[in-house]
Antibody
Framework: QVQLLQSGPGLVKPSQTLLLTCAIS??????????WNWIRQSPSRGLEWLGR?????????DYAVSVKSRITINPDTSKNHFSLQLNSVTPEDTAVYYC???????????????WGQGTLVTVSS | DIVMTQTPLSSPVTLGQPASISCRSS???????????LSWLQQRPGQPPRLLIY???NRFSGVPDRFSGSGAGTDFTLKISRVEAEDVGVYYC?????????FGQGTKVEIK
């Protein structure tokens, strides 16, 4: 059974950096058919995909246009986790952040089949 | 990006009665491999989303058979044959045909 466990602060000051981690059990961040994603949810934006990291003989990242200049997603193979870094946050970045697994088309093209528990991040001074 | 539009946005249902949610995409979700990569997710209050249906009509592991999905191209439907109290929540469609994957705005299912 795949489980994703998120950690990180729930309060970030404006202009600072949001940093969250997603620990994976039951799968590997280096699985060469899976992608590891960050998604956020807010009343104003609904569910918004932010980005992903995946390994296909080498590491790749894709990011949403809306956050591309501010986001970094990094895998850590030694800890089997991946992280989200979002720079220069504003109150508009206040949301519940989720990590999620996409097992890829070889597993049936499910989209996001396992999700982390969610982290409410509030951007406020 | 593909825009996903759900109707209705709210669905009050009597326990034991059926419920139906529609999802329309701004472009066809038919992939070159012949599949439509449309998923349905359930989000109970205070919980993360949970995958129910993928590839339009396939139930994910552990999902009760009262949930069914259908559709192809641009029009898709989620049906609950007999609503139970635990089905209360918000339901989202999501497309995984064309990157980036995108979500509908959600349909709230509540008990009358």
């Amino acid at each position: 059974q795949v489980q994703l466990l998120q950690s990180g602060p729930g309060l970030v000051k404006p202009s600072q950096t949001l940093l969250l981690t997603c620990a994976i059990s039951g799968d590997s961040v280096s699985n060469n058919s899976t992608a590891w994603n960050w998604i956020r949810q807010s009343p104003s934006r609904g569910l918004e995909w932010l980005g992903r990291t995946y390994y296909r003989s080498k590491w790749y990242n894709d990011y949403a246009v809306s956050v591309k200049s501010r986001i970094t997603i990094n895998p850590d193979t030694s800890k089997n986790h991946f992280s989200l870094q979002l720079n220069s946050v504003t109150p508009e970045d206040t949301a519940v952040y989720y990590c999620a697994r996409d097992p890829g088309r070889s597993a049936g093209g499910r989209g996001f089949d396992y999700w982390g528990q969610g982290t409410l991040v509030t951007v406020s001074s | 990006d593909i825009v996903m539009t759900q109707t209705p946005l709210s669905s009050p249902v009597t326990l034991g009665q059926p419920a139906s949610i529609s999802c329309r995409s701004s472009q066809s979700l038919a992939h070159s491999d012949g599949n439509s990569y449309l998923s349905w997710l359930q989000q109970r209050p205070g919980q993360p989303p949970r995958l129910l249906i993928y590839k339009s009509s396939n139930r994910f592991s552990g999902v009760p058979d009262r949930f069914s999905g259908s559709g192809a191209g641009t029009d898709f439907t989620l049906k609950i044959s007999r609503v139970e109290a635990e089905d209360v929540g918000v339901y989202y469609c999501m497309q995984a045909t064309q990157f980036p994957w995108t979500f509908g705005q959600g349909t709230k299912v509540e008990i009358k």
